[in-house]
């Protein structure tokens, strides 16, 4: 047997175990005692599914393997060679996330050791333990790769299959890399609920995909958000934007809080950076703006100032997407209200200062946003933002206004007397994406934002007929949010199955070995906002959580939150779910689990 050694700066975040057994001449074979095999898992028969484990037989599925806990993160292709390390970086101030990449080759008799036959690649949803396995000229290789700490730790066995002694050494070190001797340590995803139900094991492996994909994209306490990519690409350079408020969020404040107070952490963290960044901007457009005045940015790194270029400043969204998330987290008792009032009057101040008031239309003018028996009244405008749709600088976005008049009227739908009214865009009896839209398609989903997450009670009562004027209007290369935004809109006040339909087609067209791609036809791989919007749909709106502002009489299950709020839930579960378990879910402190089925909701204390 032979063990290489090797010592280097790299050693705490690197560990590679490696064990060579020779065959003897009776043709049996010999283990290192001190590192047993794993076991290997048994196999299925064919057509069975384990929704806990995603299997892959195709060596030469371009899509790379990953491994991550939020502190460190790998790509691993299919010979199990360590492709690309991400760690977060601890310096700056920019850049949130430097990226050291490194290519480790192992090597027998000159020739790189890659699949042949009898490929097997097996990614744990519980543990997020990957394992690989395959032959190569008359070996047998097993490759385990866990994240442990902020290390990578592997374990590389290579057997010999047939008679003799093996010749020159099994692999080469490489420089810079570290070799150690232990057991392999498991993930552990820390106290989150868990989501089960009792449907298609596809529907349940796609389910727990999502969930360990967002455990493993950020760590509880550390005070980092997460970027869109998480820790396993370069892409966006590994910074913050609206995704973590908006999509991953809202999915980890009933999955694990720990990891959704770590959102708002970062945010509270910069505010300073916020009132400058505010000061800067509106410098740049020759604003007038409070002193006040808060603008967070749209791509956000370490030192939370402004790192978005052109005209991707002007996506003012964001902040409003920023107070929502804390807004939710205070309400969960995850942040302090004397931690969120400043930011709300930041952000509100700075909204008011770019509102102009909008010329009150003569009675023979074109449609606005009031009906024609309103006696005319007072509006205001936002204009000249990049929307959601981020093709065209638009004016009165309503999703943009929408979340400006929730921050100016302090953080609810009922407007003061003393708050200015924005104008929200409407034609022909109902609410546009933006003043004079005229588009055919757009990039993502927009106006129905209004619907989902937002709750606006005018929206709402629109939801079927916008449905019908925008869930068509998708482009093909848009991601993956619009049909869990659809599909939660669709469950809340449509059919179910419908519902069910478009969040199949949501993560079925964009998964790949059940990891999210943020597009159809590339491989932009892993998409952790595409994982988490996905499971708002079925949170949000098959297991029927609503966050609130007043109980709901209708609902099988409600409980007062605080400052004001309220949670409910009314299930509209999908004909092939028969029931929806959570396990785990932390309200103020209390661990419950729900068992939800399409007649009732049962709370039980604990794990259940």
Not at 118 to 133: A, K, S
Not at 260 to 267: E, F, G, M, P, Q
Not at 557 to 574: A, E, F, K, T
Request: hydrophobic fraction near 35%; charge should be neutral.
């Amino acid at each position: 047997m032979r063990i290489a050694r090797s010592k280097s700066r790299w050693n705490s975040w690197l560990a590679t175990v490696v064990v060579v057994a020779n065959g003897c001449g009776s043709g049996s074979q010999q283990t290192d005692p001190l590192t047993p095999q794993p076991p290997l898992p048994a196999k299925r028969g064919e057509g069975e599914m384990d929704p806990w484990t995603v299997v892959n037989r195709d060596a030469a599925e371009k899509t790379l393997a990953w491994v991550s806990n939020g502190q460190v993160g790998a790509r691993i292709s299919r010979s199990g060679e360590i492709a690309l390390i991400l760690l977060p970086s601890e310096s700056g101030p920019e850049n949130w996330t430097p990226y050291k990449h490194r290519s480790i080759r192992h090597t027998w008799d000159g020739q790189t050791i890659e699949p042949e036959s009898d490929y097997e690649e097996r990614w744990d949803l519980r543990t997020g333990v990957l394992t690989q396995r395959y032959s190569f000229r008359g070996l047998r290789v097993l490759v385990t790769t866990q994240v442990v700490g902020d290390r990578i730790e592997q374990e590389r066995h290579v057997i010999a299959e047939t008679d003799g002694v093996l010749g020159p050494p099994v692999r080469r070190m490489t420089r810079g890399e570290a070799t150690t001797l232990g057991s392999l340590s498991t993930l552990d995803p820390g106290e989150g609920a868990s989501v089960e139900i009792d449907g298609p094991a596809e529907d349940q492996q796609a389910i727990n995909a999502m969930r360990l994909t967002l455990l493993s994209s950020i760590h509880p306490g550390v005070g980092r958000s997460i970027a869109p990519h998480g820790t396993s690409s370069t892409l966006y350079n590994g910074r913050v934007f609206w995704d973590a408020e908006m999509w991953v969020f809202p999915s980890l404040l009933l999955l694990d809080p720990a990891r959704a107070k770590s959102i708002l952490d970062y945010r509270l963290a910069r505010t300073g950076a916020a009132l400058q960044n505010a000061e800067q901007w509106s410098k740049e457009r020759g604003t007038k703006l409070s002193n006040a005045a808060m603008k967070f940015p749209w791509e956000s790194g370490l030192s939370g100032a402004e790192l978005a270029t052109g005209e991707f400043k002007d996506e003012l969204h964001v902040n409003g997407g920023v107070l929502w998330a804390l807004h939710q987290g205070q309400q969960f008792g995850l942040v302090e209200s004397q931690q969120t009032d400043p930011i709300a009057q930041g952000l509100s101040a700075f909204w008011r200062g770019l509102l102009t008031a909008r010329p009150i239309p003569s009675v023979d003018a074109g449609f606005d946003s009031r009906s024609r028996d309103e006696a005319p009244r007072n509006l205001y405008d936002l204009k000249n933002v990049l929307g959601v749709d981020e093709w065209k600088r638009v004016d009165n976005e309503l999703y943009t206004n929408l979340l400006a008049q929730w921050t100016i009227n302090g953080r609810t739908w009922k407007r003061p007397s003393w708050a200015p009214e924005l104008y929200l865009p409407r034609r022909a009896g109902s609410f546009t994406a933006y003043e004079g839209e005229r588009q055919n398609v757009f990039k993502q989903a927009n106006t129905l934002l209004a619907v989902y997450p937002l709750q606006y009670s005018g929206a709402e009562k629109e939801a079927q007929r916008l449905l019908a004027l925008y869930a068509h209007k998708i482009d093909k290369r848009g991601p993956p949010m619009a049909e869990a935004i659809h599909a939660t809109v669709r469950a809340r006040f449509g059919d179910p199955g419908e519902a069910y339909a478009e969040w199949r087609k949501g993560w079925k067209e964009f998964m790949r070995n059940g990891l999210f791609s943020e597009s159809r036809k590339e491989d932009r791989t892993v998409f952790v906002t595409g994982a988490g919007g996905c499971l708002q749909t079925v949170l949000y709106g098959f297991a029927g959580f609503r966050i609130d502002y007043q109980q709901n009489p209708d609902a099988k299950w409600s409980i007062q939150l605080r400052d004001g709020g309220w949670l409910n839930v009314s299930p509209r579960l999908p004909t092939p779910w028969k029931r929806i378990t959570l396990r785990g879910v932390t309200i103020l402190g209390k661990k419950l689990t729900f068992v939800i089925t399409a007649e009732k909701v049962q709370v039980l204390e604990g794990d259940g």
